[in-house]
């Protein structure tokens, strides 16, 4: 379920978070605002649909992450409404676009 799938992208995320402290590199605190949310989480799920796709992984069962990725650019559109210019800001100061690049 979606819960778990986002459970366990987290741990992934905290485990290689670890591996950057054991590394020398500082451990960043979460984000701090909505759109900051949508570029990680769009970073973390896309980062890990390309590796799955870079080792063969089977497609099956990806619906759950597709699922994710559109609700999180649903998310993204609806903060951008208005038209809010702190949140396309946000957006673009994150790179957004390079997360949309992906996808392509």
Known sequence: DLQQLLDAMQEEDQDKDGDDLKDGKANQSGPSNLAQWICSMLDMVLD????????????????????LVRQVFD????????????????????KVCGSIDQLW
Do not use: D, F, H
């Open 48 to 67: 890990q649909m390309s590796r799955a796709q870079l080792w063969q992984t089977s497609m099956n069962n990806r619906a759950e992450q597709y699922e």
């Open 75 to 94: 998310t993204a559109a609806e903060i951008v409404q208005g038209p809010n210019q702190y949140n396309q800001q946000l957006l673009l100061e994150m």
